[in-house]
């Protein structure tokens, strides 16, 4: 579909805009590439809910015209379980940013991820709480600069994706803001597997992240992730030290585990309760 239509389908664009995003925010890239996605599913608007927790990547629901749910902090994975188990038809779609999936939101995550409800969990990883002040969050680099680590964070970071895979996710993939048409491909990939499916997109925050830690602008922060950003089949012939410094996408993980709507029907039939 031509982007003309797609914003005026599938854009909130007379009510929510201008949006509040900074200029150059990766955000508006990854919400492109999920309304790209739908669209080429062929998947009926009023069946789609987008669920979002606090932070940049919570504004992503406001804009965009499907059902949507703006949530508490940490808190989008238990309102989209909810909204699963009343009508597992519905395709939920969770994005959420990285303090607020795996810090506040933490056991959330790991819980959604064990239980396999059939979930796409969309991480934006920019390794910093962009909109709050620039604090450091859950997977911010060691020895980075953050509002509240002034002199360098001295706490080693998560891998979202371990972290997932660890978990009991059933699918588990990473993507970037610059790799674009793979990014349309992975979150097709997220709606359609069955399970809990968790993409982290590795974006970028110039603001309160980029700035303090003199990384450029937003275009220089791009090129960074095209050039150290490694295709998974390439990156698992990388030798440990070649490794270093470089960035796995794709897909990393690929299982089939039982779903929980599926099995919580079949406890509901023999008990009884579905007579």
């Not at 819980?111 to 604090?135: E, F, P």
């Not at 990014?183 to 603001?207: P, Q, R, W």
Request: charged letters at 20%; aromatic letters at 8%.
């Amino acid at each position: 579909m031509e982007r003309t239509k797609l914003v005026h389908k599938y854009l909130r664009s007379e009510k929510k805009f201008p949006h509040l995003w900074c200029p150059g925010c990766g955000d508006g890239i990854l919400m492109g590439a999920m309304i790209r996605a739908i669209d080429r599913l062929g998947l009926d608007q009023d069946n789609v809910v987008v669920v979002s927790g606090i932070g940049c990547s919570g504004r992503l629901p406001v804009y965009v015209d499907f059902n949507t749910l703006h949530t508490t902090h940490g808190r989008a994975l238990s309102f989209a379980t909810g909204i699963k188990l009343a009508n597992p038809k519905l395709t939920v779609i969770v994005v959420m940013g990285d303090g607020d999936a795996t810090a506040i939101g933490g056991n959330h995550f790991i819980h959604t991820a064990r239980r396999n409800i059939d979930l796409c969990a969309i991480v934006i990883n920019n390794n910093v709480y962009g909109m709050t002040g620039g604090q450091y969050s859950p997977t911010t680099p060691m020895g980075a600069k953050s509002a509240t680590s002034a002199f360098g964070n001295i706490e080693r970071p998560f891998d979202i994706c371990e972290l997932a895979r660890g978990s009991g996710a059933s699918w588990v993939a990473r993507g970037t803001v610059y790799h674009v048409p793979m990014l349309d491909n992975l979150i097709m990939s997220a709606i359609t597997k069955k399970g809990f499916c968790m993409l982290e997109v590795a974006a970028y925050c110039h603001t309160t992240f980029g700035r303090r830690n003199k990384l450029g602008k937003p275009t220089d922060m791009m090129r960074w992730m095209r050039d150290n950003s490694v295709r998974t089949e390439a990156f698992q012939k990388l030798s440990d030290e070649e490794r270093m410094g470089k960035m796995e996408i794709g897909i990393l993980a690929d299982f089939d585990y039982p779903e929980y709507c599926e099995m919580y029907d079949e406890v509901i039939r023999k008990s009884g309760g579905g007579a």
